[in-house]
């Protein structure tokens, strides 16, 4: 019996994006640029993606969230919605998703460059990690501890991680105001990068063993949030 996983990654103030998942293989992804209309379309866009592949909710085996860091707004929005659709099927398991990951794997499903996203924070700090290319079937390395870093903190990490940085490919979110904080230094260029269904959904896909009730799921931040 294939099994199938639906993915929600609204982290972004900007983008949503679906990813459905059956078997072993993506069978589709919808990213969309809603922005703040993001509580009120979600219900109604998931039931026109589901319905594309001619399934619903009730044929979900498990359920994947983008948990954070990013959008307050939107982390309330995507966690609250994953919870009612994981209830509404019968409790079904829910993975949650790092925010960082997700973005990395954007990448690192196609690059064998270290991948180190950035999203922006706010108060001069950046929400970010550095993960490497994985084994075959298995999730990315973490080489550098995710959480919010000043500018001064993200150098000394990123140094200190043992990782060449001129072999590393940072991405991020908003790559302009990255550029700014870190204006005569490294780390950089930086890559604009988005949220991907497809990718989102085949890492939830590396995770099942993550698989949490709804109830235990919760938005998670490395700091007070002043962002959303």
């Known amino acids: 019996m294939t099994r199938h996983i639906l993915s929600i990654n609204c982290s972004s103030a900007r983008w949503t994006a679906l990813g459905l998942m059956e078997g072993t293989s993506v069978a589709g992804e919808m990213n969309l640029e809603l922005g703040k209309r993001q509580s009120s379309i979600l219900p109604s866009l998931v039931n026109f993606f589901l319905g594309s592949f001619s399934l619903k909710v009730d044929d979900m085996d498990y359920f994947a969230v983008v948990t954070g860091p990013g959008s307050f707004t939107g982390l309330k929005v995507a966690v609250a919605f994953t919870q009612?659709?994981?209830?509404?099927?019968?409790?079904?398991?829910?993975?949650?998703?790092?925010?960082?990951?997700?973005?990395?794997?954007?990448r690192l499903n196609r690059s064998k460059q270290p991948v180190c996203p950035l999203l922006w924070g706010g108060g001069g700090k950046v929400y970010s990690a550095l993960f490497s290319l994985p084994a075959t079937g298995e999730p990315p390395k973490e080489e550098m501890h995710p959480k919010a870093y000043s500018r001064e903190e993200f150098q000394k990490a990123l140094l200190a991680s043992g990782t060449d940085t001129g072999e590393v490919l940072f991405i991020s979110d908003t790559p302009e105001k990255c550029a700014g904080l870190f204006s005569g230094s490294f780390p950089g260029p930086f890559e604009a990068a988005v949220p991907r269904g497809a990718a989102d959904v085949l890492l939830a896909g590396l995770y099942k063993d993550k698989a949490i009730p709804p109830r235990a799921v919760t938005a998670r931040y490395f700091r007070d949030p002043d962002i959303g």
């Open 84 to 106: 009612f659709l994981s209830w509404a099927s019968g409790e079904k398991p829910v993975i949650p998703l790092s925010s960082l990951e997700c973005l990395a794997f954007t």
